[in-house]
């Protein structure tokens, strides 16, 4: 079937990695043979990044939409080697890890890491790890060394006591390899923080044929509440050449965008106009069958092509995400983090920030996860919200001064 004339990005486009299959066109993208370890992790990856998005699509209907599921995986993964029992198990459930072992699943992400890498030349993709620790508190040092050795991580004891200076160095590493894009991921360090695992991905893809920026104009934009915009659209003629990939089925259309030499794709996907169906219940719903559906029936379209330039900064705490997903027990205190630590630790908290910008050259996207990891026995008395206070002299019991203090002043 062939698409509307002028497509309309209703759906938050997520970059889709089309690496792991020959390139249809005039791509050069290299022939890619992966190990059954790498095969796994990019299976199950796949299974992971339409769960994750199902779950935070049909818990925000009316917003847009942006994540990273491959660095969430990834922050994640690195976890999950310290990791045990029902904790593990969960953990292998909610990113879709099927059965298998620890260590086929760090053999995996270790291949694949190295595959993302440097599968195009003429296309940027950065992927880096780290974990960062408080300095006092005792890890295990073979799962520091894991998290070295097949994340290719870099794993740093800092002073949390110096909360600004240890806020500071992490976020200026996420700054760094994210192009700068996201100049923080932690705004604070509490007491009962002893490690952050984090990940970063930065892409900065050039279509492999650009968008004339002259034939960039204004045009409306009808969005999903109804009302119209005004937004610029790119426009490419009908009849030009080299040719785009499109397809879809009775429910859904979709176009493909190649970057580079044809290692990574933009995939868009929307419902027919006059459709019954809205976007919010197609993302509540996509899965890797209805997506493998939608890659098998690209092909070749000399239509012509409109979308909007735009970009979108997004972010999200992914603990009841992970929790529906089924990896709900990690971030209690009956969490079994022992491969980390032989103190008590639980995962206090998963999130993540994440941006993309789409215009006539072509696409800048970048991510970072972040997992905290606490103590489950720590104990505060944590004064955050109104309270009254008194000054006194104990001997006695002499009150000197008394306050209320409903908020703290400037």
Same mark, same amino acid.
């Given at each position: 079937?062939?698409? $509307?004339?002028?497509?309309?990005?209703?759906?938050?486009? &997520?970059?889709?990695?089309? &690496?792991?299959?020959? =390139?249809?066109?005039?791509?050069?993208?290299?022939? /890619? $043979?992966?190990? !059954?370890?790498?095969?796994?992790?990019?299976?199950? @990856?796949?299974?992971?990044?339409? &769960?994750?998005?199902?779950?935070?699509?049909?818990? *925000?209907?009316?917003?847009? =939409?942006?994540?990273?599921?491959?660095?969430?995986?990834?922050?994640?993964?690195?976890?999950?080697? @310290?990791? &045990?029992? $029902?904790?593990?198990?969960?953990?292998?459930?909610?990113?879709?890890? @099927?059965?298998?072992?620890?260590?086929?699943?760090?053999?995996?992400?270790?291949?694949?890491?190295?595959?993302?890498?440097?599968?195009?030349?003429?296309?940027?993709?950065? #992927?880096?790890?780290?974990?960062?620790?408080?300095?006092?508190?005792?890890?295990?040092?073979?799962?520091?060394?894991? *998290?070295?050795?097949?994340?290719? !991580?870099?794993?740093?004891?800092?002073?949390?006591?110096?909360?600004?200076?240890?806020?500071?160095?992490?976020?200026?590493?996420?700054?760094?390899?994210?192009?700068?894009?996201?100049?923080?991921?932690?705004?604070?360090?509490?007491?009962?923080?002893?490690?952050?695992?984090?990940?970063?991905?930065?892409? %900065? @893809?050039?279509?492999?044929?650009?968008?004339?920026? %002259?034939?960039?104009?204004?045009?409306?934009?009808?969005?999903?509440?109804?009302?119209?915009? $005004?937004?610029?659209?790119?426009?490419?003629?009908?009849?030009? %050449?080299?040719?785009?990939?499109?397809?879809?089925?009775?429910?859904?259309?979709?176009?493909?965008?190649?970057?580079?030499?044809?290692?990574?794709?933009?995939?868009?996907?929307?419902?027919?106009?006059?459709?019954?169906?809205?976007?919010?219940?197609?993302?509540?719903?996509?899965?890797?069958?209805?997506?493998?559906?939608?890659?098998?029936?690209?092909?070749?379209?000399?239509?012509?092509?409109?979308?909007?330039?735009?970009?979108?900064?997004?972010?999200?705490? #992914?603990?009841?995400?992970?929790?529906?997903?089924?990896?709900?027990?990690?971030? *209690?205190?009956?969490?079994?983090?022992?491969?980390?630590?032989?103190?008590?630790?639980?995962?206090?908290?998963?999130?993540? %920030?994440?941006?993309?910008? /789409?215009?006539?050259?072509?696409?800048?996207?970048?991510?970072?996860?972040?997992?905290?990891?606490? =103590?489950?026995?720590?104990?505060?008395?944590?004064?955050?919200?109104?309270?009254?206070?008194?000054?006194?002299?104990?001997?006695?019991?002499?009150?000197?001064?008394?306050?209320?203090?409903?908020?703290?002043?400037?």
């Amino acid at each position: 079937m062939t698409l $509307t004339r002028r497509i309309l990005v209703s759906l938050a486009v &997520a970059v889709a990695l089309t &690496a792991c299959s020959n =390139v249809d066109g005039p791509g050069q993208a290299p022939n /890619v $043979t992966l190990t !059954a370890n790498e095969q796994l992790i990019s299976t199950s @990856g796949n299974d992971f990044s339409f &769960a994750l998005f199902q779950q935070v699509a049909k818990t *925000t209907p009316g917003a847009n =939409v942006f994540v990273s599921p491959l660095s969430a995986s990834m922050s994640l993964g690195m976890a999950m080697n @310290g990791a &045990a029992g $029902t904790t593990f198990d969960g953990m292998r459930t909610a990113l879709r890890l @099927g059965n298998g072992d620890i260590g086929q699943l760090d053999a995996g992400y270790q291949g694949l890491i190295g595959l993302l890498r440097g599968l195009d030349p003429t296309t940027t993709f950065q #992927l880096a790890n780290s974990v960062w620790y408080r300095n006092t508190f005792q890890f295990r040092q073979p799962f520091m060394d894991t *998290t070295k050795k097949y994340f290719d !991580a870099q794993v740093q004891g800092l002073n949390f006591n110096d909360v600004t200076g240890s806020l500071s160095t992490i976020n200026g590493w996420v700054s760094a390899n994210t192009g700068g894009k996201i100049p923080t991921i932690l705004d604070a360090i509490t007491p009962d923080q002893v490690m952050f695992l984090i990940n970063a991905i930065y892409f %900065k @893809g050039t279509w492999q044929y650009q968008f004339d920026s %002259k034939r960039t104009g204004p045009s409306s934009f009808r969005a999903a509440d109804g009302t119209t915009q $005004t937004v610029p659209f790119m426009n490419r003629p009908e009849n030009m %050449k080299p040719l785009f990939r499109a397809g879809g089925t009775q429910q859904l259309s979709i176009a493909e965008l190649p970057y580079g030499n044809g290692a990574f794709a933009m995939d868009i996907v929307m419902v027919p106009f006059n459709s019954a169906a809205s976007i919010d219940s197609v993302a509540a719903q996509l899965n890797a069958s209805t997506w493998a559906t939608l890659i098998a029936s690209l092909d070749d379209t000399d239509e012509a092509f409109a979308m909007p330039r735009f970009t979108l900064a997004y972010d999200r705490m #992914l603990n009841d995400d992970l929790s529906a997903l089924g990896m709900g027990v990690a971030f *209690t205190d009956q969490a079994n983090f022992s491969g980390m630590s032989a103190v008590p630790l639980k995962l206090s908290f998963v999130k993540q %920030k994440a941006f993309v910008t /789409v215009d006539e050259t072509g696409t800048t996207a970048g991510a970072s996860t972040v997992t905290g990891v606490s =103590v489950t026995a720590f104990r505060e008395f944590r004064v955050d919200h109104p309270f009254i206070f008194v000054i006194r002299e104990r001997k006695t019991g002499t009150i000197l001064f008394m306050g209320k203090v409903l908020k703290i002043p400037a």
